[in-house]
């Protein structure tokens, strides 16, 4: 009897073991539970270091002080003709006159055939042409334009050698001491514009 009571205590200790310890299944679904947890840590510890990284490249934006950055450049518009000025080219003939005379101006350097525009122009300060009487009513010194100004006289087309010749009028008020004629025409070269100036003396009436 001894013999069989043993085997029969043996075998309840072993259940009793057994029915302590988890099953397989149970063991693995926690198994792939630390390796799921696992993987989303290092997921996001890459995604960590990337956004840190591109924190650390971008600029800061703002922090230059007010007024200290310089204006980003602009493409120049296809549709804007460059200028070119000259005081060479353009000839006065004669090149002093009265107010309402005319002025014969020559040039070159424009398109064939394009149109050649002419006009006058003075800087704000300029000294205006006054009469004897005038000057002797106004009692102090030369009287100076309050404001520039820059207006169209004429305009022809340039000759098959881009040479031009016209008679411009000038205009009787105001009256502008030493004015600057100008010419401005299309040059052969594409979008390209050319100015020519030159200054003449008007004397009071």
């Known amino acids: 009897m001894a013999e069989p009571?043993?085997?029969?205590?043996?075998?309840?200790?072993?259940?009793?073991?057994?029915s302590r310890q988890p099953p397989v299944a149970g063991l693995r679904r926690r198994a792939r539970r630390r390796r799921t947890f696992r993987e989303a840590a290092t997921i996001a510890a890459a995604a960590m270091a990337v956004a840190a990284t591109v924190v650390a490249v971008l600029p800061v934006v703002g922090s230059e002080r007010s007024g200290s950055s310089a204006p980003s450049p602009t493409a120049p518009s296809a549709l804007q003709p460059r200028v070119t000025e000259s005081t060479k080219s353009l000839v006065a003939s004669s090149?002093?006159?009265?107010?309402?005379?005319?002025?014969?101006l020559k040039g070159t350097g424009c398109a064939p055939g394009k149109?050649?525009?002419?006009?006058?122009?003075?800087?704000?300060?300029?000294?205006?042409?006054?009469?004897?009487?005038?000057?002797k009513a106004q009692g102090r010194?030369?009287?100076?334009?309050?404001?520039?100004g820059s207006y169209k006289l004429t305009s022809v087309n340039a000759l098959a050698t881009g040479s031009f010749e016209a008679r411009v009028t000038l205009p009787t008020a105001p009256v502008i001491n030493k004015p600057r004629l100008w010419a401005q025409c299309q040059t052969p070269a594409p979008a390209h514009q050319l100015t020519?100036?030159?200054?003449?003396?008007v004397h009071s009436a």
């Open 115 to 135: 149109a050649v525009s002419f006009g006058i122009r003075w800087d704000r300060g300029a000294k205006l042409s006054l009469s004897m009487e005038e000057q």
């Open 95 to 104: 090149a002093e006159t009265v107010p309402g005379g005319t002025i014969t």
């Open 141 to 148: 010194p030369q009287a100076t334009a309050t404001a520039g």
């Open 5 to 18: 009571e043993h085997s029969l205590r043996n075998l309840v200790e072993e259940g009793t073991r057994a």
């Open 196 to 201: 020519q100036y030159i200054s003449i003396l």
